[in-house]
């Protein structure tokens, strides 16, 4: 009916955007998304580049097929802003390029050792990698491999984009903290791992990183499984390990790497789980305080937001 549509006054927050039109016409029962199609269709830009707000309050208008224009408080003749956020690239995309990097990195190093650790008058003498070397490559490729599979077949993203300038912000954690970092030390000579241990110590290492591992992608599918595909719709997780902390996902995460850590004995390794579980831990509390904000009393409120009894 003509009387639920209304019209909206458009203007460019920031930069201006080529031909954004000054006015839209939008249907008061459809989803906000429509609102988003029409300026990008009309701006010839693409939907994930523009970011939408309401001009009395600055409050974001989302890009969702869930929600009405009736919902966010639009009224005929109110005033929306519309900011170019600069190219931007798949979240799913930016994932797997995280992750190549210590898939590439790693075998690199272990294969080139001779060439990088020994001078050349030694190449014929360089010993060849311990079992422990070998032991600690197929750990780290067997994590990052399944890490490129949960990108795949698994995660459900809220957001389709990211800017694509923090790509190398990202991929920096991966490619030189978990990749050059760990591989440059753990394949020395004269590292840890090329030193005797004790096979139980090993074995230990190796449980921790499969039972990790295996929760961790528990923890994944369970995450994914309260969100529809292309939805952006939340819920609570329960579960195995949901009940003793919020992000349980990000608990096996650790017990994983520390498995790496018992097989490697390396600072390199240590230093990379400190970071790890550093930036984890403020996730994990951000979660916890966006369930208690979002479902309120039908959130059982945890004591504990990564590893039980500690944080």
């Known amino acids: 009916m003509a009387s639920e549509r209304i019209s909206l006054v458009v203007s460019p927050r920031g930069k201006p955007i080529r031909a954004l039109p000054k006015e839209s016409q939008v249907h008061r029962n459809r989803p906000t998304r429509d609102l988003y199609t029409q300026l990008a269709t009309a701006s010839g830009s693409?939907?994930?580049?523009?970011?939408?707000?309401?001009?009395?309050?600055?409050q974001l208008i989302p890009n969702s097929?869930?929600?009405?224009?009736?919902?966010?408080?639009?009224?005929?003749?109110?005033?929306?802003?519309?900011?170019?956020?600069?190219?931007?690239?798949?979240?799913?995309?930016?994932?797997?390029?995280?992750?190549?990097?210590?898939?590439?990195?790693?075998?690199?190093?272990?294969?080139?050792?001779?060439?990088?650790?020994?001078?050349?008058?030694?190449?014929?003498?360089?010993?060849?990698?311990?079992?422990?070397?070998?032991?600690?490559?197929l750990l780290?490729?067997?994590?990052?491999?399944?890490?490129?599979?949960?990108?795949?077949?698994?995660?459900?993203?809220?957001?389709?984009?990211?800017?694509?300038?923090?790509?190398?912000?990202?991929?920096?954690?991966?490619?030189?903290?978990?990749?050059?970092?760990?591989?440059?030390?753990?394949y020395r000579p004269n590292a840890p791992t090329a030193k005797p241990m004790s096979p139980l110590f090993a074995l230990a290492g190796v449980l921790f990183f499969f039972v990790g591992e295996l929760g961790n992608l528990n923890a994944h599918l369970v995450l994914r499984d309260l969100r529809s595909s292309g939805g952006t719709e939340r819920g609570i997780p329960s579960g195995f390990g949901f009940g003793l902390v919020t992000?349980?996902?990000?608990?096996?995460?650790?017990?994983?790497?520390?498995?790496?850590?018992?097989?490697?004995?390396?600072?390199?390794?240590?230093?990379?789980?400190?970071?790890?579980?550093?930036?984890?831990?403020?996730?994990?509390k951000k979660k916890e305080r966006n369930y208690r904000k979002e479902f309120g009393d039908k959130y059982r409120k945890k004591?504990?937001?990564?590893?039980?009894?500690?944080?």
């Open 140 to 186: 780290i490729c067997l994590h990052f491999l399944k890490r490129e599979y949960e990108t795949v077949f698994v995660h459900r993203f809220s957001a389709a984009t990211m800017p694509f300038r923090n790509i190398f912000k990202n991929s920096a954690h991966y490619w030189v903290l978990s990749g050059l970092n760990l591989a440059y030390w753990i």
């Open 65 to 137: 097929a869930d929600l009405l224009i009736s919902q966010t408080g639009l009224m005929n003749g109110s005033r929306v802003s519309v900011k170019d956020l600069g190219p931007q690239i798949a979240w799913r995309t930016v994932f797997m390029v995280e992750y190549a990097g210590p898939l590439l990195i790693h075998p690199l190093i272990y294969f080139l050792r001779p060439y990088i650790y020994a001078s050349p008058d030694k190449l014929s003498t360089f010993p060849a990698p311990s079992t422990l070397q070998t032991l600690s490559l």
């Open 247 to 284: 992000c349980p996902n990000y608990m096996f995460e650790t017990m994983a790497w520390i498995g790496v850590f018992l097989v490697t004995r390396d600072m390199a390794t240590l230093v990379f789980i400190v970071v790890a579980v550093v930036h984890m831990a403020a996730w994990a």
């Open 46 to 58: 693409s939907i994930h580049r523009l970011r939408v707000t309401k001009g009395s309050d600055g």
């Open 303 to 311: 004591a504990y937001c990564m590893v039980p009894g500690i944080y």
